[in-house]
């Protein structure tokens, strides 16, 4: 049985639209250890939002943030998350919040092109009109976050730490792979 394959450098990709848009947040993927800031090696996390505005197609945007796990004071992770909730966190909150109680939660998200790539500024309460009913399935993960997965997997990460992160990642949606 053939198995094709085309060359994909030309793909044009319908513009993601920039401004305030109302958001959902539909999965938190957890992508492991990851060259960060410094060349820093740092436990990473993906947000993926379906955005309201809709392509061509029909279907809705999905726009991603990736965050050190971490919500240290000078954490981005937590910078956004406490400005999408109106409050910063009670102590007893940052021994163990679960990044799961934000799934499926409505914001609004300031996105702002930034060359070729529209980026997610800032993460913001939602309005009162917000929410819809998300299409994009909970597990759901975009073929360009199992890139970076791949990718960017850190040589000096042991082959038990990478076993273990594709198997989470085996395990979010058996259909993936």
């Excluded at 956004?80 to 910063?88: A, F, V």
């Excluded at 082959?159 to 198997?167: A, I, M, N, S, V």
């Amino acid at each position: 049985m053939p198995i094709f394959v085309s060359d994909t450098q030309g793909t044009e990709y319908e513009p993601t639209p920039t401004g305030l848009i109302k958001a959902i947040l539909v999965n938190v993927i957890p992508i492991g250890l990851q060259e960060g800031f410094g060349g820093k090696i740092q436990d990473k996390v993906v947000f993926l939002w379906e955005i309201e505005n809709l392509k061509d197609d029909g279907s809705h945007f999905l726009v991603t943030k990736e965050y050190t796990r971490n919500l240290g004071e000078k954490a981005n992770l937590r910078k956004d998350l406490k400005s999408w909730r109106g409050k910063d966190f009670e102590p007893e909150e940052l021994k163990d919040f679960d990044l799961e109680k934000t799934i499926y939660k409505p914001c609004q998200l300031n996105l702002v092109q930034k060359g070729k790539w529209v980026n997610v500024d800032s993460v913001l309460p939602a309005s009162k009109d917000a929410y819809w009913s998300p299409v994009t399935k909970r597990d759901y993960i975009p073929n360009f976050v199992k890139k970076w997965i791949d990718e960017q997997l850190v040589g000096n990460a042991t082959e038990k730490q990478k076993q273990q992160l594709q198997d989470d990642i085996k395990s979010a949606d058996p259909e993936i792979f």
